[in-house]
């Protein structure tokens, strides 16, 4: 009987052992310290008082280099939407909304404290974020660089993976006076 209880106690030792435990926000996301990407200039190319939703994933195809679309349609079966936030200081939070929510989007929303930490430098027109996140049960930060083109945010990792993100505007109440809590 000891000896069970001794084995079930290591297991269950091991097991939590392998994931994340470090800081987290009061909704369970990560707040680990990452590096910001270079020392944030003030930039006005991007708009701090809207939202960029993501429309748009794609990958590239490695033998000729084409693009396979895939449109994120409101009725396709994945039930969340993403949605970045630009602060002013560069850091970037981004939000998963559940798809029924959106339709009446609220400010508790976007308390920074429901997000995924991230950051961005930006110079003329191109873009890199840093973003943290949970996954397989450990810390994974996602590298992205793309290009802004208008209201339009074309992001790729080094898989060849991307994702296109435009630009909404959403009351400007639901987006004032919050401060990211990393």
């Keep these: 009987m000891v000896k069970k209880i001794i084995i079930n106690f290591s297991i269950i030792i091991l097991l939590s052992s392998c994931c994340y435990n470090g800081m987290v926000s009061e909704f369970g996301l990560p707040r680990k310290k990452i590096n910001r990407l270079k020392p944030f200039i003030a930039y006005d190319i991007i708009d701090t008082l809207a939202l960029y939703k993501l429309s748009i994933s794609f990958s590239t195809n490695n033998i000729s280099n084409e693009y396979v679309y895939?449109?994120?349609?409101?009725?396709?079966?994945?039930?969340?939407?993403?949605?970045?936030?630009?602060?002013?200081?560069?850091?970037?939070?981004?939000?998963?909304?559940?798809?029924?929510?959106?339709?009446?989007?609220?400010?508790?929303?976007?308390?920074?404290?429901?997000?995924?930490?991230?950051?961005?430098?930006?110079?003329?027109?191109?873009?890199?974020?840093?973003?943290?996140?949970?996954?397989?049960?450990?810390?994974?930060?996602?590298?992205?660089?793309?290009?802004?083109?208008?209201?339009?945010?074309?992001?790729?990792?080094?898989?060849?993976?991307?994702?296109?993100?435009i630009k909404k505007r959403v009351p400007r109440e639901f987006l004032e006076n919050w401060k990211p809590d990393w």
């Design 70 to 165: 895939f449109e994120k349609n409101d009725d396709n079966s994945y039930p969340y939407t993403s949605y970045m936030k630009f602060y002013p200081n560069g850091k970037l939070g981004l939000f998963i909304i559940l798809k029924t929510d959106t339709l009446n989007l609220e400010r508790s929303f976007f308390d920074p404290r429901r997000a995924k930490m991230g950051y961005y430098w930006l110079e003329d027109s191109i873009i890199k974020t840093k973003i943290s996140t949970i996954g397989d049960c450990s810390l994974y930060i996602s590298n992205k660089k793309g290009v802004i083109i208008g209201d339009r945010i074309k992001l790729k990792d080094h898989y060849k993976y991307g994702e296109i993100f």
